[in-house]
């Protein structure tokens, strides 16, 4: 927040954000944000095809990049599990537009990230799978499913993972204004803190990936980062294979990645176990997102 941007640290910041801004002009826009599928689950609000890549405004591209390749980051401790692993974080400024796409490191660390909003069946053997092999995830959860599955939200707390919030309802958010998306942000805040559950700040998981620069400053606004994702596994698609979710996960592996996997999904309860062990062979460890701060 403001408070650790003191006066005198302005002027330093200014000048690595111009460099950072001139790097990626230099360096050309391309791949952060290219992606061909989005977080299409959708829960009571599902419409599959939803191209989430077509819904990012061109303007912020290099706003979002840039949040995602600045300034060194600090060392923290590592979440939830003995995983001898570090994440960086950042200072985040108070109202600044921010987006993660990978975790900022060059380390060979993968982020598991499970998002829901229907069906917790698969969950339990999703959790107990992370149980036995140590490993921490983070969970972005719908005020619906909150509001819907009491005890698989309570577990999911009682496990120790870092939970985010994926909106109230799972509406597409460049279709709300300002307001509508307070009420959906402070609903799910509200939910999550009748079970007891952390602020999910500034964790937030756009549903379908819909966001634009207007929709990153009013996330920025009440104090959110958007956590996109570097790896789509389409595990929310009845067609997929648990190998196939295993393998597009192996092939586009990169040290900071994170993958986009749903609580609903059999296929990745199915094969989660089998995953972690070839990541762990590749020599990738684990972390959760809770370290990326305001
Ligand atoms: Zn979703």
Redesign the pocket.
Known sequence: MLHRLTANRLPGLLLTLLSIVLVILLSGCGGLLDRSSG?????RV?EPGTTAGEQVAEDTSTSVQATTTTAPPDTTEPPTTAAPTTVPSRDLVAGEPREYVTVPTESPVVALTF???YDPAPLFQILATLKSTGVPATF?L?GEFVEDFPEATRSIIDAGHPIGS??YS?PDFTELDSSAIRDQLRRTEELLASLGAADPRPLF?P???ARNARVLQELANQGYVSVYWTIDTLD?KPERTPSQIRQTVLDKLQPGAIVLM?VGSRQTAEILSRLITDLKAEGYSFVALSEIKR
């Open positions: 977080d299409t689950e959708g829960g599902a998002d829901a909003a972005f719908t994926h909106s799972h998981r549903p379908f990936g929310w749903h």
